[in-house]
């Protein structure tokens, strides 16, 4: 008994140590300085992978233009090459082979076949058997322009944006997210690789001095502690040509923003070691990702709007208490009716708990009928005169002509109360970026992404008010607005 019992702590130690050192891969990233001669900057190339082979890495990381770095636009449009079939990357991908090893490599000078003019800077990354697995090409183009100074970089004069942020690659060393030197500047790249999730980022690069003092290390690490990835960031270093140095400090950054390696001021590489359990428990013991609400922090959901989704300073909004007094039931929920602000025979109009628009208000049966065609024909006459005189009264409320009025009729059409309902949205002119983005905002505004709505309930109180101000300016609406003897509650 007591040798099984011994034999199966062997086994489990030996599991334990077998996935821990699954979990652990090298690494090499490496630092050097291209110049106009593709043959040396190859030769360059493969020493350093020679050298990292043997220190058993299973992948090594090149700089931008580890192919070439030219003095003029004319050479850099010359030397170019396409990335199938070009000389250039063919032997990179027989290097990979030779050395067993995985190729992260770029930004490349990829020609392109329909445009002389112009380039792709294009990172590549090659499998261990010589297969090229992934491509990115180049998205946010460096300028910068300092006539004083007679500094000049406009790459955008050269290089065509890439179109696509691409997928991560799975690679032995984790998830690759792709991008190329400036592209740290776009935390949202960054984060959109880390949703599609990456576990390392790339930035190959060659970065200016002057910046690289103030900013590289700085930025490497943001990128890495926000989004709980390795940064792997390999770099020229050093003097091109008489125009053009290069900051050198390639990096190796962990999940915490640790520098696990720093390639200083000389071309060569360094090893560092990356271990996925350790970026796994990262992730679990601070889940910033599951903590982010996309509808509010994202930059696209802020593009929606003119103006900011809540006004400065409001607060974290209190939810609304259940409804201490009488209130009518809209499918499963309760409505108080100090929220409602106009009843009829058959239906009643009350005030929003989360607003698309200001003035958003509803308008339902009193019955709790699901469906349109669940109202009787009373029920639908009296809905829909309802609703023409809610609008009237909510365009004069706002000081607007217009509403948009929506019934989201069954679950695909995204109701979500079941018991029918017409939406009713003041309108004023560029209050959205494209007009009918009030249907992408209607969709989210009450929709839950975990245990988070997409947004913030308004209070109770807020409610109230609004629908006590809304029956005032129904009393002072002139009387030949239709308004039948209000039934107030
Ligand atoms: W649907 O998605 O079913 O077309 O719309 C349901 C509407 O009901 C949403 O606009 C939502 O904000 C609103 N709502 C949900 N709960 C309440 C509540 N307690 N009081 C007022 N409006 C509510």
Redesign the pocket.
Known sequence: MKTFLLLKQCKHQLIRHFSEAMSKQRIAVCQMTSVADKAANLECVSQLISNAAKEDVKMVFFPEACDYICDNNQDTLKFAEPIVGGSTVDSYRQLAVKHNVWLSMGGLHEQIKEDPNRIFNTHIIINNTGDIVQQYRKRLHFDKQIPERNVRLKEIDLCSPGRHIVAPVDSPVGKIGMAICYDMRCPELSTALTVLRAQLLTFPSAFTQATSKAHWHNILRARAIENQCYVIAAAQVGTHNTKRRSYGHALCVDPWGRVLADCGEETGYRVAELDLAQLDDVRRNMPVFSHRRNAVHSLYALSLRTESLEPAGAGAPVP?PKPPGPSRQ??H???PDT?VFYTSDLTYA???????TPG?V?VAPWRCAERNEDLTDEEARDFYATIRLVQKLMEKVHNTESCTM???DGPD??????HI?C?IMPRKKGDFIQNDLIYLE?TK??QFQSSHPA?P?RSFQE?EAEAASLRESLLTLDTNSGFRNLNLP
């Open positions: 609304p809209f499918g929920l309760q409505i929220c009350f005030v929003n708990i989360r607003c698309v958003h509803l929506t019934i989201q059409a995204g109701q979500t109360v079941k309902h939406h209607l505004h009450d947004k309930p409610m």
